[in-house]
């Protein structure tokens, strides 16, 4: 199994980024997806899932700028980011889940997102 994010840099204060995470050695379509982030010194906390039916979940400080999405045929999850702000910034992860809200089962490696000017 094997998720690699890519798509993070370094962007200002209300500009945008996608990020990617191709996924590979496992039945993609089957699992829920989520992009979890980790700003430093907190703890990971859950910014957006889709399910594997295509329904989402936005955490609130997200929702309205961020949309996350899928392509099963691609076996990718993408989040749409925009109107970023320095409190975005964080390394972001995607993670599959057996079920929408179930336990997380694999993880990618992270790509960092750096907001400021």
């Known amino acids: 199994v094997q998720l690699v994010e890519s798509g993070g840099g370094l962007v200002q204060p209300g500009g945008s980024l996608r990020l990617s995470c191709a996924a590979s050695g496992f039945i993609f379509s089957s699992y829920a997806m989520s992009w979890v982030r980790q700003a430093p010194g907190k703890e990971r906390e859950l910014v957006a899932t889709i399910g594997s039916g295509g329904s989402t979940y936005y955490a609130d400080s997200v929702k309205g700028r961020f949309t996350i999405s899928r392509d099963n045929a691609k076996n990718t999850v993408y989040l749409q980011m925009n109107s970023l702000k320095s409190e975005d910034t964080a390394v972001y992860f995607c993670?599959?889940?057996?079920?929408?809200?179930?336990?997380?089962?694999?993880w990618g490696q992270g790509t960092q997102v750096t907001v400021a000017s």
């Open positions: 993670a599959s889940r057996t079920a929408f809200t179930g336990r997380y089962d694999y």
